[in-house]
């Protein structure tokens, strides 16, 4: 069976902040009501892909958690395909440390195998700071996703996980 299906992306695509695009909603839920497949892609890992599917709902898509895959169960799966059991220092949000915990990882505060940043509310000059002495000191870099910046909203965009780390 040749079955097709739609990847989509969120963020500036089907709304930006609280707002959605016009038609986004009718769009989504005409695929669940036809049956055809979808999978909602995120680089934002700042939320877990229930915290996703929450806000989705409350904005009127006909979505379940299964329909959200974020950067950060990429980013998760990903390295635990690479180095079961590692351990990392993380500068983020829930989202991704969930994953993280989920895919076996211990989240440490010195000698991690990776240090892995994604998007967050409140970064601190002296987790970044330390960061880049582990970096120095062997641990490899990760970033969950190459973005510059992230749509909000009203025109206005915040960073995401890529402008700081562009040494």
Known sequence: ?????FLIDMDGVIYRGTETIPGAVEFI??????GFPFLFLT????????DVSYKLRKLGFHVEDEDVFTCGMATARYLASRTPNATAYVIGEGGLL???????FSIVDDHPDYVIIGEGRTIMLESVDKAINMIMNGAKLIATNLDPNCPVGNGS?????APSWRW
């Open 1 to 5: 069976m040749n079955q097709k299906g």
């Open 29 to 34: 839920n005409n695929l669940r009501e036809q």
């Open 43 to 50: 680089n934002n890992s700042q939320r877990t892909n229930r």
């Open 98 to 104: 969930a994953e993280l915990h989920a895919a076996g």
């Open 157 to 161: 965009t915040v960073p995401a996980a």
